[in-house]
Antibody
């Protein structure tokens, strides 16, 4: 069965960076893109961006585009999301999701990782 | 404030039909398909409806989606207690060049 397994919880200080990993299994990694979505405590879902696993092209949400980098390692089927210059309002659960191709943008996110809690606190 | 809005809460009794609405604009729902995600307490979101009205394999046909103009709806018939949780709509926004999620609707099964 398709699985996306994310790295463990992180606690970071303001101004630091965090890198979350997402290991895919049971499907051909390069046949689907990866998107990242976050959820602040008690809040809704916020799309952060997506990366093409075929060519590494990225599309970032305006809100985080200056601080985020998404990458993949196709040899190990792992996707990464690095967020820099962390602030307290970056405290959230970060999810990776498999993105089904839909043309110019993903059609939907059909499988999700279990989430990684990132806490930003001094 | 999200560009796509949902009522914060909805409720129903077991067996009832509940409808959750999702309102957007011409750059998102008005011109692109809508997806719905279910998030049960303590769990990751799960795809419930894609491309406005299609169900992924394994999703019961009690769940249905529709769209009219710049609004979309999710209907759940034969409501079950285990379906209590949060429901989110999402659409691609051509102006923002990104996905936008509704604020989510908390469904309570009375």
């Amino acid at each position: 069965q398709v699985q996306l397994v994310q790295s463990g919880a992180e606690v970071k200080k303001p101004g630091a960076a965090v890198k979350v990993s997402c290991k895919a299994s049971s499907y051909t990694f390069t046949n689907f893109d990866i998107s990242w979505v976050r959820q602040a405590p008690g809040q809704g879902l916020e799309w952060m961006g997506w990366i093409s696993t075929k060519n590494g092209n990225t599309n970032y949400a305006q809100k985080v585009k200056d601080r985020v980098t998404m990458t993949t390692d196709t040899s190990t089927s792992v996707a990464y999301m690095e967020l820099r210059s962390l602030r307290s309002d970056d405290t959230a659960i970060y999810y990776c999701a498999r993105a089904v191709a839909g043309g110019t943008y993903p059609r939907d996110f059909d499988y999700w990782g279990q989430g990684t809690l990132v806490t930003v606190s001094s | 404030q999200s560009v796509v809005t949902q009522p914060p809460s909805a409720s129903g009794t077991p067996g009832q039909t509940v409808t959750i609405s999702c309102s957007g604009g011409s750059s998102n729902i008005g011109s692109n398909p809508v997806n719905w995600y279910q998030q049960l307490p303590g769990s990751a979101p799960k795809l419930l409806i894609y491309a406005t009205s299609y169900r992924p394999s394994g999703v019961p046909d009690r769940f249905s989606g529709s769209k009219s103009g710049t609004s979309a709806s999710l209907a759940i018939s034969g409501l079950r207690s285990e379906e209590e949780g949060d429901y989110y709509c999402a659409a691609w926004d051509a102006s923002l060049n990104g996905w936008v999620f509704g604020g989510g609707t908390k469904l309570t099964v009375l």
